[in-house]
């Protein structure tokens, strides 16, 4: 049972853009914080942004601030990491989690550890 399904990943040069995509199939969207993590080859798994089940909090890691943009859409239960000036070090599995208890801070916080759903990951690779 897919419950969460990630899409929009591929090969872009440096400086480009890219949108990710995650589909939830989940009945009660609207109560989950969203995150979105990566995890490079050879590289532990790293916290990229979260939204608060509105919305209306955002949080991101240093290293994508000012470039990135978490959303979501309850109605389409959908969320989305809008990337843009991607640069090579972006390189990796990006993959869209949810919980129903933890907020977007503390998802931040927690890397990942113990979230209740996770998605099965969509390559961003960044050429120089």
């Known amino acids: 049972q897919v419950q969460l399904a990630e899409s929009g990943g591929g090969l872009v040069q440096a400086g480009g853009s890219l949108r990710l995509s995650c589909a939830a199939s989940l009945r009660t969207f609207s109560s989950y914080t969203m995150g979105w993590f990566r995890q490079a080859p050879g590289k532990e798994r790293e916290f990229v942004a979260a939204?608060?089940?509105?919305?209306?909090?955002?949080y991101y890691a240093a290293s994508v601030q000012g470039r990135f943009t978490i959303s979501r859409d309850n109605a389409k239960s959908t969320m989305y990491l809008q990337m843009n000036s991607l640069k090579p070090e972006d390189t990796a599995v990006y993959y869209c989690a949810g919980d129903r208890v933890i907020s977007a801070r503390a998802m931040g916080a927690s890397m990942g550890r113990s979230l209740e759903v996770w998605g099965q990951g969509t390559l961003v690779t960044v050429s120089s």
């Open positions: 939204i608060s089940s509105s919305g209306i909090i955002t």
